[in-house]
T-cell receptor, first 115, second 111 residues
């Protein structure tokens, strides 16, 4: 079946611009996660959705970052006034909510480059 | 911060077993040990997990020491396609199920 998809695969923007990154989770997965990964580092947690609500947004670095999931499926990560330090690969993952499983299914990521 | 430590890199000959160690001496009793891997330019992929007992699936085996302070991921017959960064993660389901990642081990499988 279809896995997690993310669009665009690459995004180049200029400092100060606004960007939106989209994630389509696996159908039926109610849990959705955003991570970001800098070169040579492991992924860093940003935010976790359970259904439509953000259950944990403690990883968002500042108020320029915001994410929504209005219908409990597709999610959009929004970054305002981008900075060069925002350059990274943004990963989305989804999982079944039931049970205590830590098995998450990841998309290929969106590589964001801020010039 | 990640509760696990792993060697930064390892090499393995194709066809041989790859044994990847992980230290998690501060792991809590209710935390599972999860392993993921990330092939270059791809998203991470789940491999296996365990709590106390050793586990095996079609991809790998996981050996957890009796005191749960360390574990070893075993790829029984490594292939070139197993070249990747392998992450060991102490997972707490009560922590909103977020994964806390370290730096992982970069495994190079050589022909």
């Amino acid at each position: 079946g279809a896995g997690v998809s993310q669009t665009p695969s690459n995004k180049v923007t200029e400092k100060g611009k606004y960007v939106e990154l989209r994630c389509d989770p696996i159908s039926g997965h109610t849990a959705l996660y955003w991570y970001r990964q800098s070169l040579g580092q492991g992924p860093e947690f940003l935010i976790y959705f359970q259904g439509t609500g953000a259950a944990d947004d403690s990883g968002l670095p500042n108020d320029r970052f915001f994410a929504v999931r209005p219908e409990g499926s597709v999610s959009t990560l929004k970054i305002q006034r981008t900075e060069r330090g925002d350059s990274a690969v943004y990963l989305c993952a989804s999982s079944l909510a039931s049970g205590s499983t830590g098995e998450q299914f990841f998309g290929p990521g969106t590589r964001l480059t801020v010039l | 911060d990640a509760k696990t430590t792993q060697p930064p890199s390892m090499d393995c000959a194709e066809g041989r077993a790859a044994n990847l160690p992980c230290n998690h001496s501060t792991i809590s009793g209710n935390e599972y040990v999860y392993w993921y891997r990330q092939i270059h330019s791809q998203g991470p992929q789940y491999i296996i997990h365990g709590l106390k007992n050793n586990e095996t699936n079609e991809m790998a085996s996981l050996i957890i020491t009796e005191d749960r302070k360390s574990s070893t991921l075993i790829l029984p017959h490594a292939t070139l396609r197993d070249t990747a960064v392998y992450y060991c993660i102490a997972f707490n389901a009560g922590n909103n199920r977020k994964l806390i990642w370290g730096l992982g081990t970069s495994l190079a499988v050589n022909p």
